[in-house]
């Protein structure tokens, strides 16, 4: 499995204005304060060549308990001036702590494609584990994949100081 945990944090955004200025805070900050959270222990960035949304970041952390953890919170209602002024720029971000429900492949490729859908409520658990059991492996055997996984949005954290900054992300 490419993923060093059973849960992450997915990011989709655009940022409006200068996307150097996006990636210097991004990698020279954000991580970095990110990564110190006891919980969270790799991240990703992911950026579309062309398309949008622009950016695709994706923590691993250890559970998705780390979404409402005292530290987590504390950072999140605590932004640094660098991210007060950066959130203002943020556009059409879609945000959430997810469960991996499954995943097949051994290693992390260097493009991503994202498929995101809604299961009909009643026939969620069925989907998810025919998904598990036999798409997943079938496609990771594609050549060239390196991995596929399947994620469950878990539901949505406290509003915190920060993300009121930028404006409610969807779901």
Do not use: K
């Not at 222990?41 to 308990?65: F, H, K, M």
């Not at 203002?88 to 879609?94: N, P």
């Not at 469950?152 to 409610?168: K, L, S, V, Y």
């Amino acid at each position: 499995m490419a993923l060093n945990s059973d849960a992450v944090m997915v990011l989709f955004y655009d940022i409006d204005g200068d996307t150097a200025w996006h990636d210097d805070w991004h990698t020279y900050e954000h991580m970095q304060e990110r990564l110190s959270i006891p919980g969270f222990i790799r991240a990703s960035r992911w950026v579309a060549q062309p398309g949008t949304p622009r950016y695709l970041v994706v923590y691993e952390v250890a559970d998705t308990r780390v979404a409402t953890s005292p530290a987590y919170l504390e950072r999140l209602n605590r932004p640094s001036d660098w991210t007060r002024s950066m959130m203002t720029s943020f556009r059409g971000m879609i945000r959430g702590f997810c469960s991996v429900r499954g995943s097949a492949g051994f290693g992390m490729g260097q493009h991503a494609l994202t498929i995101r859908f809604l299961p009909q409520e009643d026939r969620e658990e069925a989907l998810s584990e025919r998904l598990a059991r036999e798409v997943l492996p079938a496609v990771a055997s594609i050549r060239g994949m390196a991995g596929i996984h399947l994620l469950r949005p878990e539901p949505p954290p406290p509003m915190t100081d920060e993300q009121a900054i930028g404006g409610r992300t969807g779901p």
